[in-house]
Nanobody
Framework: QVQLVESGGELVQAGGSLRLSCTASGSISSRNVMGWYRQAPGEQRELVATISSGSSTNYADPVKGRFTISRDNAKNAVFLQMSGLKPEDTAVYYC?????????WGQGTQVTVSS
């Protein structure tokens, strides 16, 4: 079993920055993809960014140039550095891990951007 625990979400003003962290524990494969998704009220969950164990990254268009995903394989951790935050970035941010065709999710951390 795999557990994911996120931290770092909070209320921030537009234009500000935040750093989200997620640590995975349990049976973690050396080959996996970790990432961040978000879900705003009344909306579907959407991709924010992913990073493979080989550090290949993928970003959703709305966050390109503003968000940076990184990981620490030794600690089974993934991070999301967010800058230039906009009110439309307000959402619950979920950590995600995919390995061996299985998907795991964290409980989510709330990010609120005030205008």
């Amino acid at each position: 079993q795999v557990q994911l625990v996120e931290s770092g979400g909070e209320l921030v003003q537009a234009g500000g920055s935040l750093r989200l962290s997620c640590t995975a524990s349990g049976s973690i494969s050396s080959r996996n993809v970790m990432g961040w998704y978000r879900q705003a009220p009344g909306e579907q969950r959407e991709l924010v960014a992913t990073i493979s164990s080989g550090s290949s990254t993928n970003y959703a268009d709305p966050v390109k140039g503003r968000f940076t995903i990184s990981r620490d394989n030794a600690k089974n951790a993934v991070f999301l550095q967010m800058s230039g935050l906009k009110p439309e970035d307000t959402a619950v941010y979920y950590c995600h891990l995919r390995q061996s065709l299985y998907n795991y999710w964290g409980q989510g951390t709330q990010v609120t951007v005030s205008s």
